[in-house]
């Protein structure tokens, strides 16, 4: 049973550079969700989407932050212009829709940090 | 808005102990769904137990159990017989329905268990 896939798992980067993470679901997950958790804190739910539409984005998801989910698969989430205070680890979760009560199924997460 | 309270931040037990997490929530739903998970050194959260909130019914699943309790807005989870291997980041969470489906964490508990 194939898990849920995250790319790269580590990035490192300069300041005011872009960069592209990717999530690869559980096969048949149609609900996909993005967090970031920094050190010492629980997850903060950043976006969901539901096959490819993107239905909650949180208020920490600022006009840098933009994810996609093109076709209801693998769903991609970049930041542009990145600043120190991105620095996090961004964790992707699975989840089947249709019933609330399923549990999300997270990734490894990739680790950004800002140089 | 809802909120999750975990008010022990660091538990230091010694193997065999058993130890208990607590876990506060505040919600306006209804209905809701509260989880705990574990992340472990290596990172990935780690689905454990989940309680609908209509069913207060405690339950035991191997040396996990959990005590729901609506009247205190309590979600506890106790580990009997703690092995070296539970030494990990706990985070209760809640979730509430339809299109309120993210997560909301806690800020986790870090339990260490002692050979």
């Known amino acids: 049973d194939t898990g849920v896939s995250q790319d790269p798992r580590h990035k490192i980067t300069k300041r005011g550079q872009n960069v592209t993470f990717r999530c690869d679901p559980i096969s048949e997950h149609n609900r996909l969700y993005w967090y970031r958790q920094t050190l010492g804190q629980g997850p903060e739910f950043l976006t969901y989407?539901?096959?490819?539409?993107?239905?909650?984005k949180s208020r920490l998801l600022s006009d840098r932050f933009s994810a996609e989910r093109p076709k209801g698969s693998f769903s991609t989430l970049e930041i542009q212009r990145t600043e120190q205070g991105d620095s996090a680890m961004y964790l992707c979760?699975?989840?089947?829709?249709?019933?609330?009560?399923?549990?999300?199924?997270f990734g490894d997460g990739t680790r950004l940090s800002i140089l | 808005a809802q909120k999750v309270t975990q008010a022990q931040t660091e538990i230091s037990v010694v193997e065999k102990e058993d130890v208990t997490l607590d876990c506060v929530y505040e919600t306006r739903d209804t209905t809701y769904y509260l989880f705990w998970y574990k992340q472990p050194p290596s990172g990935e959260l780690v689905f454990l137990i989940r309680r609908n909130s209509f069913d207060e019914q405690n339950e035991i699943s191997g040396r996990y159990s959990w005590n729901f309790q609506k009247s205190t807005s309590s979600f506890n989870f106790t580990i009997t017989a703690s092995q070296v291997v539970d030494s990990a980041v706990y985070f209760c969470?809640?979730?509430?329905?339809?299109?309120?489906?993210?997560?909301?964490f806690g800020k986790g508990i870090t339990l260490s268990v002692r050979p």
């Open positions: 979760a699975s989840s089947l829709g249709g019933l609330d009560n399923q549990p999300q199924h």
């Open positions: 969470a809640l979730r509430g329905t339809g299109a309120n489906s993210k997560l909301t």
């Open positions: 989407f539901q096959n490819e539409a993107q239905l909650e």
